[in-house]
């Protein structure tokens, strides 16, 4: 199957340039002109794996055998399970359904390596570009919040012609996240300090990307230049598969509430519906940064007085939701998503007629949750289980329907702010808190993830944006000594 761009739709390319290059000129996002029906329920009893690559065939045939070997890494994924769980799960299926009763499951979707759904496509997602690039150097550079460097760094530990460079925000991400990034020492991972807050990463990272001279000192070394963020559509792909698994094997229709940042897994659930998938609405969760509930509400995106709040949920401490983007160009064309993407580069601001509202209304519902708020549905749920911050925000909204609530990290991410929920009180030291939390929950904690604060340890430099292009270089020259 050809992308094409989301401004301007004469572009495309093939789905295999897409991913090793995924930025269309004038900014826009590679994707699919129209998604493929697929009807899900006929595979049922299909592994999750055999599903995924159903699924993944209906988009694209030419690259099956890269796909399959791709889907293997689910066999990292660790296997626990309880009670709870819906029996479908067995060897290497990634994700596990809770069932809290007949009308709420919860989508774990945190049992990769790093403990956050990221690995759910950037497991296979890195075996796909060291495959595809398998003549090449490729450098893949990631801008994260917290769980897309983990994420990302882990996939690409050791491969052998890819080069991960992560930039963080310096205090935007837990101690234990830091660590995790910091803590992996294979030769080809990079992870970059930056002053500044989530956006201003991926700004970062959207210059380098598009810096002619930079692309050119590493074509000099040989090097060719991609990213891992969700802009990526290769990692929007596996994003889909784990909702529509999730909803063939409950086998009715439910509505699909995602706690959202870029939109990258909101983008996943939207597209599994268009594909056939029973879903009756998608429900956006945000924190206190509210822009997409003001846009699925009030159908307008306005950053002109917005700062970034830092919240406990900083996942989705975002106001550029990059994958809005395709939803906008799915729903109404590349000429209207081009003008409103001037409009909003321009003024800062863009809001879509009554009608499109509208449109927007048949698939989605957006509620937003204070960190209180948030603090007080970790506390209330955790009877049950405990759920980590993010995953707090959708229980703002009232589950009268079927629903399936995404869970998108594992709470040992995010200490803090979970000691503070749960005990009332402020957290002094990450570990001990991580082991009461333990304690108290009777939770078996994987004990690697203890050991990280023995082993691990930050590197003390922040960088500014201007210093990160000669800083990479500098890695890279060094690097080929
Ligand atoms: C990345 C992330 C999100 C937001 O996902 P998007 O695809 O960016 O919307 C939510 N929760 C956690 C824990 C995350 O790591």
Request: aromatic share 12%; glycine share 4%.
């Amino acid at each position: 199957m050809k992308l094409v761009s989301t401004r301007n739709a004469n572009e495309s390319v093939e789905f295999s340039q897409a991913i090793l290059a995924p930025s269309a000129s004038k900014g826009g996002l590679y994707s699919p002109l129209s998604l493929p029906n697929f009807d899900g329920y006929k595979f049922k009893d299909l592994s999750y794996k055999d599903f995924a690559l159903k699924l993944i065939q209906s988009f694209e045939f030419k690259l099956d055998k890269l796909f399959e070997r791709a889907l293997q890494s689910y066999e990292k994924f660790d296997e626990k399970s309880c009670e709870k769980h819906l029996k479908f799960s067995g060897k290497s299926c990634p994700i596990r359904l809770f069932k809290v009763n007949d009308k709420l499951y919860i989508n774990e979707l945190y049992h990769g390596p790093t403990r956050a759904f990221k690995d759910m496509a950037l497991q296979p997602f890195a075996s796909l570009v060291s495959e595809l690039a398998k003549d090449k150097n490729m450098l893949i550079i990631c801008a994260t919040s917290g769980d897309t460097g983990p994420a990302t760094l882990k996939a690409f530990e050791s491969t052998l012609n890819s080069r991960v460079v992560c930039l963080y925000p310096a205090f935007g991400t837990s101690s234990f996240q830091a660590l995790q990034m910091t803590s992996l020492k294979a030769k080809n991972l990079k992870s970059l300090a930056i002053k500044g807050d989530f956006d201003a990463a991926q700004r970062a990272l959207k210059d380098l990307l598009s810096d002619s001279n930079f692309k050119e000192s590493l074509n000099l070394a040989k090097i060719e230049l991609t990213a891992a963020n969700s802009v990526n559509f290769g990692r929007i792909l596996f994003q889909i598969i784990y909702h529509y698994y999730a909803l063939v094997q409950i086998d009715k229709e439910a509505d699909i509430i995602v706690p959202s940042g870029n939109f990258g897994d909101a983008l996943g659930a939207y597209y599994a519906k268009k594909m056939g998938a029973k879903i009756r609405r998608i429900k956006i969760a945000s924190n206190s940064n509210n822009i997409l509930t003001d846009f699925f509400t009030k159908g307008e995106y306005d950053l002109r007085n917005r700062v970034l709040q830092k919240t406990i949920s900083p996942a989705m401490d975002i106001l550029i939701s990059s994958n809005v983007e395709r939803l906008i160009f799915d729903k109404f064309g590349d000429k209207r998503t081009f003008e409103l993407y001037e409009k909003l580069k321009n003024e800062n601001y863009f809001k879509l007629t009554k009608n499109e509202l509208n449109e927007l209304k048949k698939d989605f519902e957006a509620e937003f949750c204070t960190d209180r708020e948030c603090k007080k549905f970790i506390k209330d749920f955790s009877k049950i289980a405990l759920i980590d911050p993010h995953t707090a925000t959708c229980f703002k909204f009232k589950n009268d329907k079927t629903s399936i609530i995404t869970s998108t990290a594992e709470w040992v991410k995010f200490v803090p702010s979970m000691f503070e929920a749960l005990f009332d009180k402020p957290c002094v030291d990450e570990k001990n808190a991580m082991l009461e939390i333990t304690r108290a929950y009777k939770n078996d904690l994987k004990s690697e993830l203890l050991a990280l604060f023995d082993e691990g340890q930050v590197e003390g430099k922040i960088y500014e944006v201007a210093e990160l292009k000669n800083t990479i270089l500098q890695w890279i020259k060094g690097d080929n000594k």
